[in-house]
């Protein structure tokens, strides 16, 4: 087949079959393509709406990611990589890309780790009762309501109010070390020295475990009880129960929690903004926009998020290849 005709079966995509040649209609090729003329026309539009609204903003911050753009001009001038060879010896940026990653580490494992607990005992951790193999504890849609209540909070205020705990001179954090006797535990600066980051862990955890125990809570009420029951009635425990029956049967959702909470963690822009003061410390959302609106640098900015969305990228990809299981059928 010549190029010609390569171009001709190309165009058939879009023409219908009666303006197509007949030598281009005769050809396998085209019977595969006919077979799919639907389903392109009716993705051409939300295709198209997606390349223009997002790949092509994508495709911008990658180009002015290569200039020395102020962000306040439409004046720039082509640099190529000296954005990143200045990302490569920038100390703050590092710093910045290091707190984030800790937190990408460490937010999705303590979350998805107390949600699966909480979710589990909320639905298999109660006592035996009205012939059910398996029974939550008591109370569980009121402590859902509670896990949940977070969620109804605006990020801000979540912020402002943990920024009272955590101040040196009047927080609760402080006042409750001091009456419990540990004075020594407590800090003159809980968001501005070593402390911040982990600061900032503990209020990611806490905000989004509820979203994660109503989740998981959902997941685990959609397996049936007589799995339960065939593992009762084997003597398991609930520690092998839950290993062996609830965390395979739900992993999916395991999965997607772990990656969303992961890019929660890396969008930490407003807790850190609003909590923890000037230079306290930064992550890479907060250090682009100091640098995007306060100095200026567009340009740089623009790398940075570049480097954020590489971060984001290649974080999903790795949790969508290593947790990846054979599909359970049941």
């Excluded at 390569?6 to 995509?13: D, F």
């Excluded at 909320?122 to 059910?132: P, S």
């Excluded at 640098?291 to 567009?298: E, I, L, N, T, V």
């Excluded at 900015?301 to 049941?330: C, K, N, Q, S, Y």
Aim: aromatic share 16%; hydrophobic share 50%.
């Amino acid at each position: 087949m010549g190029w010609g005709d390569r171009l001709l079966l190309g165009a058939a995509l879009f023409l219908p079959p009666r303006l197509t040649p007949r030598r281009i209609r005769g050809s396998r090729h085209y019977r595969t393509i006919d077979q799919y003329r639907f389903i392109g026309w009716f993705l051409a539009a939300p295709v198209l709406v997606f390349a223009v609204f997002v790949v092509s903003p994508f495709a911008q911050a990658f180009f002015y990611s290569m200039t020395d753009w102020t962000g306040y001009s439409a004046e720039f001038t082509f640099t190529g990589t000296e954005n990143y060879e200045r990302l490569w010896n920038d100390a703050k940026f590092w710093d910045a890309l290091r707190n984030s990653l800790l937190l990408l580490v460490l937010a999705p494992l303590i979350t998805l780790s107390l949600g699966l607990f909480f979710a589990f005992m909320l639905n298999a951790g109660g006592r035996r009762r009205g012939g059910q193999a398996i029974a939550g504890v008591a109370g569980t849609r009121l402590y859902k309501i509670f896990y949940f209540f977070p969620q109804v909070l605006s990020i801000a205020i979540i912020a402002v109010i943990w920024s009272r705990i955590y101040s040196p001179r009047s927080g609760i954090l402080n006042e409750g070390l001091r009456t419990v006797g540990l004075d020594s535990l407590r800090q003159n600066d809980w968001l501005g020295g070593r402390f911040a980051v982990f600061c900032v862990l503990a209020v990611l955890c806490w905000a989004f475990v509820g979203f994660y125990v109503v989740l998981f809570s959902a997941a685990m009420s959609s397996i049936p009880h007589e799995i339960y029951e065939a593992s009762l009635l084997d003597g398991a425990t609930r520690p092998v129960t839950f290993f062996r029956i609830t965390l395979p049967l739900t992993w999916g959702t395991v999965r997607t929690g772990w990656i969303y909470m992961g890019i929660q963690a890396l969008d930490a822009f407003a807790l850190v903004s609003i909590m923890v003061p000037e230079h306290g410390m930064d992550v890479l959302p907060s250090y682009l926009y100091d640098k995007a609106f306060r100095d200026g640098q567009a340009g740089y900015a623009t790398a940075v998020g570049v480097v954020l969305f590489a971060v984001t990228l290649l974080f999903a990809g790795l949790m969508m290849r290593l947790a990846r299981r054979e599909r359970i059928e049941l």
